[in-house]
């Protein structure tokens, strides 16, 4: 039997990663935009009061299950940013171009370029849900100054691996979800989820 769940997310990107992992063990994902929810409001200054605010928005509006994601690259000569704010690192609207282009300038006086994402997952059975269950996982890598592949979303181009050699927006969809943040948080998820 499927299982129902409101993805509480309007990132394609995202919904592309998380069916590859949910669709093969028995999850169908509906984004919340099938069911017409509107971006959540996400004011918190960390990554995990977001998710959970994500997840009970949806799940409020839908009446089903949701999963939240909060997510970011945290920069470590930038003090940790762009972090919770990396979706727009590069002011309003959201843009993936703005934000890299920014992101690159910001770091180019600094020679540690060492970085990684973030990524907090929060499920929750119903809007209310006392007992959010919660998972998160980090990649490490480096920020490089020209883009690299065509994969992947948002900062994936100048996201750099050492110990492959490649951005992550050069790996395949699989290659990346073995090794992100987010097939990292979804795996651990999964195991409390059972
Ligand atoms: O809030 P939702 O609707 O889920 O979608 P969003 O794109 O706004 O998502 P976030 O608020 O979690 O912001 C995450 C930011 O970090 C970036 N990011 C997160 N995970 C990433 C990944 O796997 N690859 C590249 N960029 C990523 C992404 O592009 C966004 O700029
Ligand atoms: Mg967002």
């Known amino acids: 039997m499927t299982q129902r769940l409101i993805?509480?997310?309007n990132n394609a990107?995202?919904?592309?990663?998380?069916?590859?992992?949910?669709?093969?063990?028995g999850f169908t994902l509906h984004p919340q935009g099938e069911f017409n929810v509107p971006e959540a409001e996400e004011p918190h200054a960390t990554f995990v009061e977001n998710a959970l605010e994500k997840a009970r928005h949806?799940?409020?509006?839908?009446?089903?299950?949701?999963?939240?994601?909060?997510?970011?690259?945290?920069?470590n000569a930038l003090g940790g940013a762009p972090g919770v704010w990396s979706a727009r690192f590069a002011g309003e609207p959201k843009s993936d171009a703005r934000n890299n282009e920014k992101l690159v300038a910001d770091l180019a006086a600094h020679a540690d370029k060492s970085a990684y994402y973030y990524c907090v997952l929060v499920y929750v059975r119903h809007a209310d849900d006392?007992?959010?269950?919660?998972?998160?996982g980090v990649w490490e890598g480096e920020i490089v100054a020209e883009p690299r592949g065509k994969g992947g979303f948002g900062y994936d181009p100048y996201f750099f691996i050492p110990?492959?050699?490649?951005?992550?927006a050069e790996l395949?969809?699989?290659?990346?979800?073995?090794?992100?943040?987010?097939?990292?948080?979804l795996r651990a998820l999964v195991e409390k989820l059972k």
Do not use: M, W, Y
């Open 172 to 185: 395949t969809p699989a290659e990346k979800n073995a090794l992100s943040h987010r097939g990292q948080a």
């Open 13 to 25: 990107g995202k919904l592309k990663e998380f069916s590859e992992i949910l669709g093969p063990i």
């Open 130 to 136: 006392p007992q959010p269950v919660i998972a998160d």
């Open 7 to 9: 993805l509480a997310s």
């Open 163 to 168: 110990s492959l050699g490649k951005c992550a």
């Open 58 to 75: 949806a799940s409020r509006l839908t009446g089903l299950p949701a999963l939240g994601d909060d997510s970011g690259v945290c920069v």
